[in-house]
């Protein structure tokens, strides 16, 4: 009987910890694609005409790559923890992801061809390097990806 106790009570601490772990903070596609917005503004330099002329073309860009990969992730997330590694649909899931880059391009070049009309393409070079920083920032921030600065030899 005083095992049963025991075990009972380290079943219950152990599960009690589990649902006690915070989970990090999760932003709505709103925050991200405002977050986003405002660093690339800062990072390019913009001015406040030119801010004016690319929000909307920005912020619908963003909107349709958000659609992309809602699209997506439904593939992906059906086949990523299956324990049966012979019931996984590689085949959709390498479609979802060849597919998937096909459609960012395509995504990209409509909106540099959007920018080209607006902007001159040095303004529009400053734009696209502040978003790749954005990126790159971005992964710098995942944890568990340590990565090690290459040395010059």
């Known amino acids: 009987m005083e095992k049963k106790i025991i075990l009972l009570s380290v079943l219950v601490l152990f599960f009690g910890g589990l649902v006690g772990q915070e989970r990090g903070p999760r932003f709505s596609k709103d925050d991200v694609i405002n977050k986003k917005w405002s660093f690339v503004i800062e990072k390019s330099g913009l001015t406040e005409v030119d801010i004016q002329k690319v929000e909307p073309i920005f912020m619908e860009t963003e909107l ?90």
């Open 64 to 153: 349709e790559l958000w659609n992309l990969l809602e699209k997506n992730r439904n593939v992906f997330r059906k086949n990523r923890r299956k324990s049966d590694k012979a019931g996984v649909n590689y085949e959709a899931i390498n479609d979802a992801m060849v597919n998937f880059e096909l459609e960012n391009a395509r995504i990209q070049q409509k909106y540099y061809l959007k920018l080209k009309k607006i902007l001159p393409a040095q303004t529009i070079n400053r734009l696209l390097m502040a978003e790749k920083s954005y990126k790159r920032e971005l992964m710098q921030k995942i944890p568990g990806q340590h990565r090690v600065p290459k040395q010059q030899e």
